[in-house]
Structure formats: C-alpha cells, structure tokens
C-alpha cells in the first residue's frame, strides 16, 4: 500500500473519506446561510500592527463599485504623498468621492492643534457623507488613529455611525481601534505583523506601500 508523502495517509479511500468531509462541512455551511438572512449596513474594522488595514478598505471600495455601488472615501491622516489607490479612484469621480483631509503622519506634522482641526473638519465631511442614503460604502481611512490620539470624541463618532442610513456600510482602518468601537462594529479583524521588508532596510514600494 502507497502512502501520502506529506499527510501519511493511504492512497485507499482518501477521495471517498475527502468527499464525505465535504459533504458534512457543506451541510453545516448551508445551514449557517440559510440562518443568516438580516440585511443591512455593516460596521467593518480593520486594525492591529499588521500591513494591509488600508489596503482591505479600499478592496473593499473597489468591490462594491464593482457591483454598481457608489462608494466615497475620507483619509483622517495620511495625505502627503498621493497614494496608488489616490490616483486610481480620482478616474471614477461619479463612482468614488474621494476626500484625501490629512495632511501626513503626526511625527511628520508635529503639530497636535493642527492635527485635531485636521480631523474635525474630516469628520464634518465624513458626517455628510454617513447622512446620504445614495453612499452605498464609506471608507473611514485611518480614523482609528484620530480616536487613539483622542483627536475625536469616539462617543460622537460611533453617534454618528448609528445615524447613518440603514444600508450604508462603512469601512473602519487605522491601528489602535478603540474598544468602544470594536463593540460598536459588526466585523473586526485585527492584522498581526509576522514580517515586513521595512525592517531589513527595504524602503516602501510602489504598488505595495503606496
């Protein structure tokens, strides 16, 4: 009898074992959509020191153009160096309103009263923006990091997220999430940091850092 060089398991019956498997795991799959059937506006975060947070929020603009959604987008701190995702969505002004409001990481800016103004005027575009029902999909970029700094009243801000049009969903990125908006939020993922090139001197790279 023939073995499985990586699993050690016989060659004899592991299709039909695989395939019974399966057909468990689909029935238990099948049985969690049929359960899922509440349709609404999401609250999505994505946090921690991993790379990616922003890069998933704006995945997830694109893919709801794709279905036709009209999206729009608010940068709390970046903003000083036009990003990829920037240049690209500015081609679609009728399908992505695109609010670049920062103005640089605040070790750059190195001016906190600044930084707070910065960050009370994006809110005041990104309260405009969670008040039209035509918005399918707001991008929140890097808001995580204007509450952790505490450059914005999270208790105003997840107000202002309750507010919203039932539909709409919004797209939460930045480190630092703060608890009371993870309560808040209905999809968290927290992006761990296992290796970045960064550290052996690699400086960042078009089309993968910005």
Not at 192 to 200: C, E, N, S
Request: aromatic share 4%; charged share 30%.
């Amino acid at each position: 009898m023939t073995t499985d060089n990586e699993s050690n398991i016989p060659d004899d019956g592991r299709d039909e074992r695989h395939k019974a498997r399966m057909e468990r795991k689909k029935e238990v799959v099948d049985q969690k959509i049929a359960s899922a059937q509440i349709e609404r506006g999401v609250i999505v975060i994505t946090t921690g020191n991993g790379k990616g947070k922003s890069s998933s929020g704006f995945g997830m603009v694109v893919r709801a153009m794709g279905h036709g959604m009209k999206t729009a987008v608010v940068q709390f701190i970046k903003g000083a160096i036009p990003s990829g995702e920037e240049q690209f969505l500015r081609r679609f002004p009728d399908e992505c309103a695109f609010h670049v409001m920062g103005e640089g990481y605040t070790w750059e800016t190195q001016d906190r009263s600044r930084d707070v103004a910065k960050a009370e005027a994006a809110w005041e575009v990104a309260r405009g923006l969670l008040s039209d029902p035509s918005v399918a999909l707001v991008l929140l970029d890097e808001l995580n990091i204007a509450l952790k700094l505490h450059y914005l009243d999270v208790d105003r801000v997840i107000a202002d997220l309750r507010a919203r049009p039932p539909m709409q969903h919004v797209v939460i990125t930045g480190r630092g999430a703060p608890q009371a908006l993870i309560d808040a939020a209905d999809t968290v993922t927290d992006m761990t940091l296992v290796k970045h090139a960064f550290k052996a001197g690699v400086k960042a790279q078009r089309g993968v850092e910005m």
